[in-house]
């Protein structure tokens, strides 16, 4: 199960914004139980007093860290030797590590050789080697979309007509629809049928940063449906739906 998973949550805080942490945990507590939070910053900066509550909402440890030497990085640092402290003490079953830097390349392909799951997070402006490096990546604006939706549902009818930001979501391409297709073929049975839930698992793996939510849906059967590309069947075992999908003839 998920939840007997231990992830040790591991954020820069010189790389990521406070706003939404709290939808960021709750993500988190999805993939398993975080035991380990901690997040690193030279927190005598004054840009950084907004996290104050937030680390104590969240139960998050703040890590100081002093930035020795003018253009480079010692969080960065800091944070990568606190995550092989971890890694060898075998608390953790899984890292959660929380940046858009792609400095952290290096140390999620070094988690992931121990036998880690990793789960990157990150904005859109993480670079490609950091998300290919992990298990799965999310964008925070996905998180922060949500938790405008969220809001936006509970208000009443005059505060949703001035609608909060919405965010772009990305299109659906060709090569997205090939990446379905080809996935859906790779796991088909001699009738051209595919687990769905097989299907997600193998997109994960080809792609780290693959979430239906991406692209405006929050599951990925309404995702595969709106491409009307793919024949979708749904069993009904007892209190599970099945639901199978196949290429188009």
Same mark, same amino acid.
């Given at each position: 199960m998920e939840s007997d998973i231990k992830l040790a949550v591991l954020i820069d805080g010189d790389n990521i914004p406070s706003a939404h942490v709290k939808e960021m945990m709750e993500e988190i507590a999805k993939y398993g139980n975080p035991t380990i939070k901690r997040i690193y910053a030279d927190w005598t900066k004054p840009t950084l007093s907004k996290w104050k509550n937030v680390l104590l909402e969240n139960a998050i440890t703040p890590i100081q860290q002093y930035g020795y030497t003018t253009g480079k990085n010692a969080t960065d640092s800091a944070m990568i030797i606190d995550a092989m402290d971890v890694l060898y003490s075998e608390k953790v079953n899984g890292f959660c590590l929380v940046s858009s830097d792609s400095d952290f390349t290096r140390l999620a392909t070094r988690l992931r050789e121990a036998g880690m799951k990793v789960i990157g997070? @990150?904005?859109?402006?993480?670079?490609?080697?950091?998300?290919?490096?992990?298990?799965k990546f999310i964008y925070i604006e996905i998180l922060r979309q949500q938790s405008d939706d969220a809001t936006e549902s509970e208000s009443?009818?005059?505060? /949703?007509?001035?609608?909060?930001?919405?965010?772009?979501?990305? /299109?659906?391409?060709?090569?997205?629809?090939?990446?379905?297709?080809?996935?859906?073929?790779?796991?088909?049975?001699?009738? @051209?049928?595919?687990?769905? *839930?097989?299907?997600?698992n193998l997109l994960q793996k080809k792609q780290p940063?693959?979430?239906? %939510?991406?692209?405006?849906?929050?599951?990925?059967?309404?995702?595969? /449906?709106?491409? *009307? %590309?793919?024949?979708?069947?749904?069993?009904?075992?007892g209190k599970l739906k099945l639901i199978y999908v196949r290429n188009k003839k």
């Open positions: 997070i @990150g904005e859109k402006k993480t670079p490609a080697p950091f998300i290919a490096a992990c298990d009443s009818d005059a505060a /949703k007509s001035k609608s909060s930001k919405k965010i772009d979501v990305d /299109k659906i391409t060709p090569n997205v629809i090939k990446l379905i297709s080809t996935t859906v073929s790779d796991l088909a049975d001699e009738d @051209g049928w595919a687990f769905l *839930g097989d299907v997600g940063n693959f979430d239906s %939510r991406n692209y405006g849906f929050l599951k990925l059967t309404p995702l595969i /449906k709106s491409i *009307g %590309r793919f024949e979708i069947d749904e069993i009904q075992k």
